[in-house]
């Protein structure tokens, strides 16, 4: 029950269940009291999410006192936000037309992720006990997500970059992605340790399914004697190139975005491109004329695998060794890269044993889930992402072998059950299924291995003459303001995230501070690196 008051100072305050939510004499003093204790005067956030508010005293005090800052309100019932007295666009409540998830995905960009700060009203917590932890939980995941994005960026940025440039020039022949024989169910195949337990299911009904594996559990597949029909590849360093080692010999099909890592074209695998909306990709695979499939990046290659197989097939998808958790001191299924590259490094005073319950303390020493399975914050991340996923397409899901890190609304089906599925299905038809899967890129034809690198070159010039541009206008007009057009910024954030944010942050403040000395190193570094990649064309 809900009860709007009028306090001795002639303000609103509202009593829920018996119990007031704000102050009987003075809640907007209050408001600011509260304020004082959770967020220092020292402290700049760039956004602020208010969990728990009432009537809108708090997002009221926030708005006036950080005036630079996103002001985003979680009301924890319909019936609070309709009391409002504080009008603030940002706002969601449980019976709102989006999920919390969405809501906050829309309104919290990665930028915003590094100077975030989130304060809970004590009273609704208490009130709305579980509405309170539902919220903290999504938010808590939303942060882990886009910082872990922040960091990949930071680390792989000018990596991607350099691959981008590298895959284009020299992978000759490109194939189109066609959709996946419609009677077959599909195999998503993890690294993880319970892939190992579908051993004999896998060869059993080797005709009936169509398989996509990670690049990790190629090790496995091939100790099996499985080819997969699709390997799905997007991870930029050196281990993924080693994970593809054992099939470098078969003409099987390879899904990837440009900047995953170098020198798949030293192997016989048939090549898919796929679009990913970063600047130093889309720029390049534009010049082709040639359509491909646009995937976002999404911070994990089984969810790139897994968008892949929702949109080439309506049948099944069976998830198998995603286990988002190790077995033990077991990270991925055996025999795998890993384990053998440990192997070879181990000796009598290091031995393999020791050095993997080592790695597995200092890399997931998180104890999770009703089977005890650790687990860690890249892996949390991971299953983050497939439980945010809608329910309609975890419909269409299975999950075979449930790991210790469950991921909510997926349906888990029984080895039994699968096999009875699998034994009323015809096999595919190989020849078709061959054709289907891969067909070279004829239309428009693909271009030279001479015509791409004059693409790349013309490419790269475009890129260093608009971060010249730029840079002359900001020194001109002695403003930060022409670094933070789109088509420069973005460069900026894959070259130098941290300089990036510092750019956001001036942008946020709506201020033109101007650092010359700045500006002149900033711009010097990443024509540095620009020019490095022009430089390396004729050379590889």
């Given at each position: 029950?809900?009860?709007?008051?009028?306090?001795?100072?002639?303000?609103?305050?509202?009593?829920?269940?018996g119990?007031?939510?704000?102050?009987?004499?003075?809640?907007?003093?209050?408001?600011?009291?509260?304020?004082?204790?959770?967020?220092?005067?020292?402290?700049?956030?760039?956004?602020?999410i208010?969990l728990?508010?009432?009537?809108?005293?708090?997002?009221?005090?926030l708005?006036i006192?950080?005036e630079?800052a996103?002001?985003?309100?979680?009301?924890?019932?319909?019936?609070?936000?309709?009391?409002?007295?504080?009008?603030?666009?940002l706002?969601?409540?449980p019976?709102?037309?989006?999920?919390?998830?969405d809501?906050i995905?829309?309104?919290?960009d990665?930028?915003?992720?590094?100077?975030?700060?989130?304060?809970?009203?004590?009273?609704?917590?208490?009130?709305?006990?579980?509405i309170?932890?539902?919220?903290?939980?999504?938010?808590?995941?939303?942060?882990?997500?886009?910082?872990?994005?922040i960091?990949?960026?930071?680390?792989?940025?000018?990596l991607?970059i350099?691959?981008?440039?590298?895959?284009?020039?020299n992978i000759?022949?490109?194939f189109?992605l066609?959709p996946?024989?419609?009677?077959a169910?599909?195999?998503?195949?993890g690294?993880?340790p319970?892939l190992?337990?579908?051993?004999?299911l896998?060869?059993?009904?080797?005709e009936?399914?169509?398989?996509?594996?990670?690049?990790?559990?190629?090790?496995f597949?091939?100790?099996?004697d499985?080819?997969?029909d699709?390997?799905?590849?997007t991870d930029p360093?050196?281990?993924?190139f080693?994970?593809l080692e054992?099939?470098?010999?078969?003409?099987?099909?390879?899904?990837m975005?440009?900047?995953?890592?170098r020198?798949?074209?030293?192997?016989k695998?048939k090549?898919?491109?796929?679009?990913?909306?970063h600047?130093?990709?889309?720029?390049?695979?534009?010049?082709?004329g040639?359509?491909?499939?646009?995937?976002p990046?999404?911070?994990?290659?089984a969810?790139?695998?897994?968008?892949?197989?929702l949109?080439?097939s309506?049948?099944?998808?069976?998830?198998?060794?995603?286990?988002?958790?190790?077995?033990?001191?077991?990270?991925?299924?055996?025999?795998?890269?890993?384990?053998?590259?440990l192997?070879y490094?181990s000796?009598?005073i290091?031995?393999?044993?020791?050095t993997?319950y080592?790695?597995?303390?200092?890399?997931?020493?998180?104890?999770?889930?009703?089977?005890g399975?650790?687990?860690?914050i890249?892996?949390?991340?991971?299953?983050?992402?497939f439980?945010?996923?809608?329910l309609?397409?975890?419909?269409?899901?299975?999950?075979?072998?449930?790991?210790?890190q469950?991921?909510?609304?997926i349906?888990?089906?029984?080895?039994?059950d699968?096999?009875?599925?699998?034994?009323n299905?015809?096999?595919?038809?190989?020849?078709?299924?061959?054709?289907?899967?891969?067909?070279?890129?004829?239309?428009?034809?693909?271009p030279?291995r001479?015509?791409?690198?004059?693409?790349?070159?013309?490419?790269i010039?475009?890129w260093?003459?608009?971060?010249?541009?730029?840079?002359?206008?900001?020194?001109?007009?002695?403003?930060?303001?022409?670094?933070?057009?789109?088509?420069?910024?973005?460069?900026?954030?894959?070259?130098?995230t941290?300089?990036?944010v510092?750019?956001?942050?001036?942008?946020?403040?709506?201020?033109?501070?101007?650092?010359?000395?700045?500006?002149?190193s900033?711009?010097?570094?990443?024509?540095?690196?620009?020019?490095?990649?022009?430089?390396?064309?004729?050379?590889?």
């Open positions: 029950m809900i009860e709007i008051k009028d306090t001795d100072k002639g303000v609103r305050s509202i009593i829920i269940n119990r007031r939510l704000h102050s009987a004499y003075d809640p907007e003093k209050e408001a600011i009291k509260f304020t004082d204790t959770q967020i220092p005067s020292s402290r700049s956030p760039n956004a602020i208010v728990g508010e009432g009537l809108g005293y708090l997002s009221k005090t708005k006192r950080f630079h996103k002001i985003i309100s979680i009301f924890y019932s319909k019936s609070l936000f309709s009391h409002t007295l504080f009008d603030n666009t706002s969601w409540y019976e709102s037309n989006t999920t919390l998830s809501f995905d829309e309104n919290i990665e930028f915003e992720c590094e100077g975030l700060t989130i304060i809970e009203w004590p009273v609704s917590a208490a009130l709305f006990p579980e309170s932890k539902m919220s903290k939980d999504t938010i808590s995941r939303f942060v882990r997500t886009k910082s872990g994005s960091r990949t960026t930071k680390a792989m940025g000018k991607w350099r691959n981008s440039v590298s895959n284009f020039i000759d022949d490109v189109e066609k996946f024989p419609q009677n169910p599909i195999i998503l195949a690294s993880g319970t190992s337990k579908a051993r004999d896998i060869r059993c009904n080797r009936k399914i169509v398989i996509i594996a990670l690049p990790s559990a190629l090790e597949f091939k100790s099996i499985i080819i997969p699709m390997i799905v590849l360093g050196y281990y993924s080693v994970h054992p099939m470098k010999d078969i003409r099987t099909t390879v899904c975005p440009i900047s995953a890592t020198g798949i074209w030293k192997f695998f090549t898919v491109f796929i679009a990913q909306p600047f130093f990709e889309t720029d390049l695979l534009s010049e082709l040639m359509k491909f499939p646009i995937i990046p999404l911070g994990t290659v969810a790139t695998a897994l968008h892949i197989a949109n080439l309506s049948q099944k998808i069976i998830c198998i060794g995603l286990d988002f958790a190790y077995d033990d001191i077991i990270s991925h299924v055996r025999p795998n890269a890993f384990e053998k590259i192997d490094e000796n009598r290091s031995p393999l044993y020791g993997t080592r790695r597995t303390m200092h890399f997931a020493g998180i104890k999770k889930g009703a089977y399975g650790r687990t860690s890249p892996l949390e991340i991971y299953a983050d992402w439980n945010n996923l809608s309609e397409i975890k419909a269409r899901i299975w999950q075979l072998f449930p790991p210790a469950r991921v909510n609304k349906q888990n089906i029984e080895e039994r699968l096999r009875a599925f699998l034994n299905l015809t096999p595919i038809d190989t020849d078709m299924q061959s054709s289907e899967l891969g067909k070279k890129a004829s239309v428009p034809p693909y030279s001479c015509d791409r690198m004059k693409i790349t070159y013309n490419v010039t475009n260093e003459n608009q971060i010249s541009d730029a840079v002359d206008c900001a020194l001109k007009t002695k403003s930060v303001k022409p670094l933070l057009q789109n088509s420069v910024l973005e460069k900026i954030y894959f070259y130098s941290s300089e990036y510092e750019l956001k942050k001036l942008e946020n403040m709506k201020t033109n501070l101007y650092n010359e000395e700045k500006i002149n900033l711009s010097q570094n990443i024509l540095e690196f620009i020019k490095s990649l022009g430089s390396k064309i004729s050379g590889e």
